[in-house]
C-alpha cells in the first residue's frame, strides 16, 4: 500500500505523483507532474484538496495508510479544475458526512457544474474554520488560475495551502524543496508560471500580497498543489514571485524564435542573434521546430527582445509560427517595455514576414524597426546589414 508522508505532526501529503505526464492542456511536463493533497488530524479531520480522478488509488491508499477515509470530516476544494476537484466525489462516497468548503459563488458553481451538488458550503476571503486546535483562513485568489481559485491558510501549523500558486510541475521521489534538485524545482516554478499563470500578473501579484500580510513570522511552509512543499525556500519563491514573475520587469535579454523552410529564414535569425552578441546582450535561439512554446515561454517571461521569424508559405506565415503566435499571445504578455522585431524570407511575396509583424504589433511590442524580409536567398551584405541594424536597436533603447 503506498503511504502518507509526513509534512508536519498530524499533517501529511496524500497526493499523487504522475511521474510519466508529458503534457498539461499543451504545456510540456518534462519533468512529470504531481497533484498534491493534504491531509489534518484534528478534531475534525480536514482534507485540503484531491487528485486527478485516474489516481484514485493512489489517492485512497495513501489517505488510508493514515486513517481511514470514512472519517473525513472537511474537504476544502481550493480549485475546481479536475487535476485538483477529481477526486471529490470519491470523498463525498467514501465519508458521506464530508462537508465540502469552496469559494463562493465560483468554486461552488464550478464544482455543481462538474459533480451535482454534494452540498457544498460556499466562504470568502477573510472566513475561517475551526477544526480543533486549528483555525483554517480562506483567501480568494481569483484566476490564479481560474475564476473560483482559493487559498487556505492553517495557523497552528503555519502552513499555506496555495493550490495553483506557487506550483512546479516536477514529479519526483521527494515531497520538500530541500530534498530535491532545487535548480531544477526554481526552473519549473518560472514555466510554470509563464504557462500558467502570466496571464493573471496582477491577480498573482495581489496573491503575494495577501501572503506578505501575514507577516514575516506566519509562514513555515507553502504546501501547493503541484510539487514539492517549500519549507527551506520560501523567501526565495516569494521573491522570484515578486520580483521576476509578477513584476512585468524585463532584462537585456533576446528570445529569437522562428522556422525555417530552406535555411533563409534561419540565416537572418542567426544575423539577429549576431546582433544582440555583440551588444552584449544574451540571445536565445529556438527554431520552433525543435523548440515547444511552452518552452520558449519560459525564456520569453523576462526577456526585453523578442524577435519572430518565419517565410511566407502559401501567402501565410508557417502554421508551426503562427501556432507559436497564438499560444504567446493567450499568455498576455502586453509590456510597453518589450521590444518586437520581425523578420523572414519570401519568394513571391513578404506576407508571412509582414504577418508576423502584424501579430507582433497586436500584441503590444514596441516595433522600432519595419519587419527583415528577404526576396529568396539573404546576401551576407544584407544579413550584415540586419545585424546592424540589431545593435542599432540595442543602442536606442540604452540611450
Ligand atoms: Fe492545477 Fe488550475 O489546476
Same mark, same amino acid.
Given at each position: 500500500m503506498l503511504s502518507a508522508v509526513q509534512v508536519k505532526p498530524d499533517v501529511y501529503w496524500v497526493g499523487a505523483v504522475d511521474w510519466n505526464a508529458r503534457s498539461f492542456h499543451g504545456y510540456t511536463t518534462e519533468d512529470g507532474i504531481t497533484y498534491n493533497a493534504y491531509l489534518i488530524l484534528d478534531e475534525k479531520v480536514t482534507l485540503i #484538496?484531491?487528485?486527478?480522478?485516474?489516481?484514485?488509488?493512489?489517492?485512497?491508499?495513501?489517505i488510508s495508510s493514515v486513517i481511514d477515509p470514512s472519517k473525513i470530516d472537511v474537504l476544502v476544494c481550493n480549485h475546481v479544475e479536475m487535476d485538483h476537484s477529481g477526486n471529490v466525489p470519491t470523498v463525498k462516497s467514501v $465519508?458521506?458526512?464530508?462537508q465540502i468548503y469552496a469559494s463562493a459563488p465560483q468554486g461552488v458553481k464550478g464544482l455543481t457544474a462538474h459533480y451535482g451538488d454534494l452540498g457544498y458550503k460556499g466562504v470568502k476571503t477573510g472566513d475561517t474554520l475551526n477544526i480543533g486546535k486549528r483555525t483554517l483562513t480562506f483567501v480568494q485568489t481569483p484566476m490564479v488560475h481560474w475564476p473560483d481559485n482559493m487559498v487556505t491558510y492553517d495557523d497552528y501549523d503555519k502552513i499555506l495551502f496555495s493550490n495553483d500558486a506557487f506550483g512546479q510541475h516536477y514529479a519526483s521521489s521527494v515531497r520538500f524543496d530541500d530534498e530535491a534538485d532545487y535548480p531544477e524545482v526554481m526552473k519549473q516554478a518560472r514555466k510554470y508560471y509563464a504557462n500558467i499563470v502570466?496571464?493573471?500578473?496582477?491577480?498573482?501579484?495581489?496573491?503575494?500580497?495577501?501572503?506578505? %500580510?501575514?507577516g514575516p513570522d506566519a509562514l513555515d511552509m507553502i504546501a501547493p498543489a503541484h510539487g514539492v512543499i517549500w519549507r527551506s525556500h520560501v523567501e526565495d519563491i516569494l521573491k522570484a514571485y515578486e520580483d521576476v514573475f509578477t513584476s512585468g520587469k524585463v532584462i537585456e535579454k533576446a528570445v529569437v524564435a522562428y522556422d525555417s523552410m530552406w535555411g533563409s529564414t534561419d540565416k537572418i535569425a542567426h544575423a539577429i542573434v549576431d546582433g544582440?552578441?555583440?551588444?552584449?546582450?544574451?540571445?536565445?535561439?529556438?527554431?520552433?521546430?525543435?523548440?515547444?512554446?511552452?518552452?520558449?515561454? *519560459?525564456?520569453?517571461? #523576462?526577456?526585453?527582445?523578442?524577435?519572430?521569424? %518565419?517565410?511566407?508559405?502559401?501567402?501565410?506565415?508557417?502554421?508551426?509560427?503562427? #501556432?507559436?503566435l497564438t499560444y504567446m499571445k493567450g499568455l498576455s504578455p502586453k509590456n510597453a517595455n518589450r521590444v518586437g522585431i520581425a523578420f523572414? %524570407?519570401?519568394?513571391? $511575396?513578404?506576407?508571412?514576414?509582414?504577418?508576423? *509583424? $502584424? *501579430?507582433?504589433?497586436?500584441?503590444?511590442?514596441?516595433?522600432?524597426?519595419?519587419?527583415? $524580409?528577404?526576396?529568396?536567398?539573404?546576401?551576407?551584405?544584407?544579413?550584415?546589414?540586419?545585424?546592424?541594424?540589431?545593435?542599432?536597436?540595442?543602442?536606442?533603447?540604452?540611450?
Open positions: #484538496d484531491t487528485a486527478k480522478i485516474t489516481f484514485k488509488d493512489e489517492f485512497l491508499q495513501r $465519508a458521506p458526512n464530508v502570466q496571464p493573471y500578473r496582477m491577480q498573482a501579484a495581489n496573491a503575494v500580497k495577501a501572503v506578505r %500580510s501575514l544582440f552578441q555583440l551588444e552584449g546582450v544574451p540571445a536565445h535561439l529556438m527554431d520552433i521546430k525543435e523548440n515547444h512554446p511552452s518552452n520558449i515561454m *519560459e525564456e520569453f517571461l #523576462d526577456a526585453k527582445y523578442v524577435a519572430v521569424g %518565419s517565410p511566407t508559405l502559401n501567402s501565410q506565415m508557417l502554421p508551426t509560427v503562427a #501556432d507559436f523572414g %524570407s519570401y519568394g513571391w $511575396a513578404p506576407l508571412g514576414p509582414k504577418n508576423v *509583424e $502584424a *501579430e507582433l504589433k497586436a500584441a503590444g511590442f514596441q516595433m522600432p524597426e519595419p519587419v527583415f $524580409a528577404f526576396n529568396w536567398i539573404p546576401t551576407q551584405e544584407y544579413l550584415d546589414g540586419v545585424r546592424d541594424k540589431v545593435r542599432a536597436i540595442v543602442q536606442a533603447q540604452r540611450a
